[in-house]
């Protein structure tokens, strides 16, 4: 099976793009070896100590809402995640373009959403203490508003590549060769 997406290396503010996607990537990864290590933590406490921890409920939450958000940041940017690839297939040329800019739009749009609800959320809460650990109680907002940010974001790289004429990634192909 070949490839005949190939794309040459990415430049400039793509390879910074690039850059900030493994960041999150390895976020997400490292909540949710956290989310086992403090579930596993809970679990043992619970019946083989018999003492259950209060601080592992916020903690995980606080786990499970950054591997979300970041992964969720991490696929709009490798295009894995909110598309219509299955339609688009079956599309003549021209409305197929309009779905490829439209859609990394309509991203955009509920990234920036939730990058200002979660942050107003967020700041809302950070007076009030959660029970049984010292955080926030508004601090699950934090990785929402930070990977609606990074949706809006990654989703507008992804309208300007769609906006590029045609010609001209065809042109740097070439060149590349």
Same mark, same amino acid.
């Given at each position: ?16 793009? #690039?850059?900030?996607?493994?960041? @999150?990537?390895?976020?997400? @990864? ?45 696929? @709009?940017?490798?295009?894995?995640? !909110?598309? !219509? !690839?299955?339609?688009? #297939? ?11 800019? &439209? ?38 907002? &934090? ?10 974001? !990654? ?18 192909? #070439?060149?590349?060769?």
């Amino acid at each position: 099976m070949s490839d005949s997406n190939v794309q040459a290396a990415p430049a400039g503010t793509q390879r910074v793009l #690039e850059k900030i996607a493994d960041v @999150v990537i390895h976020i997400a @990864v490292v909540a949710l070896l956290g989310l086992v290590v403090v579930q596993g933590w809970q679990v043992f406490a619970r019946y083989v100590i018999n003492d259950s921890p209060s601080w592992t409920e916020p903690v995980t939450l606080l786990l499970l809402s950054t591997a979300m958000s970041m992964g969720a940041a991490a696929g @709009v940017h490798t295009n894995r995640h !909110f598309g !219509f !690839f299955l339609l688009a #297939e079956h599309l003549n040329p021209l409305v197929k373009r309009a779905i490829d800019a &439209l859609v990394p739009l309509i991203v955009a749009t509920i990234g920036a959403f939730i990058a200002w609800w979660g942050w107003l959320l967020w700041v809302d809460g950070l007076h009030i203490k959660t029970a049984g650990a010292n955080l926030p109680q508004s601090v699950n907002y &934090l990785p929402l508003s930070i990977g609606g940010a990074l949706m809006t974001v !990654f989703a507008l790289n992804r309208l300007l590549l769609a906006l590029r004429p045609a010609t001209a990634s065809a042109d740097t192909a #070439e060149g590349d060769r």
